[in-house]
């Protein structure tokens, strides 16, 4: 049986690791017609490319050994 202390590690280990999709939600500002700050959009853009880097970086290592 699961205990519910590994499920509250398993959810927070997961909120920390995964990426925030969140940081490239501005519905709200189009909507409303709020201008989106250049700071945001720089922060955004080198979240993505963090997170791209991050990726690509653990394929290389995955396909590192194989011949494709």
Same mark, same amino acid.
């Given at each position: %049986?699961?205990?519910?202390?590994?499920?509250?590690?398993?959810?927070?280990? #997961? +909120? +920390?690791?995964?990426p %925030?999709?969140?940081?490239f939600?501005?519905?709200?500002? =189009?909507a409303?017609g =709020?201008?989106?700050? +250049? @700071? +945001?959009?720089?922060? #955004?853009?080198?979240?993505?490319?963090l997170w @791209?880097?991050?990726?690509?970086v653990?394929?290389?290592?995955?396909?590192?050994?194989?011949d =494709?």
């Amino acid at each position: %049986s699961v205990s519910n202390e590994n499920v509250v590690w398993l959810l927070k280990w #997961a +909120y +920390y690791v995964l990426p %925030s999709l969140s940081n490239f939600d501005i519905r709200s500002e =189009v909507a409303n017609g =709020v201008p989106i700050d +250049y @700071t +945001y959009c720089a922060w #955004a853009i080198f979240y993505g490319l963090l997170w @791209t880097a991050f990726f690509l970086v653990i394929a290389s290592a995955a396909f590192e050994e194989r011949d =494709v």
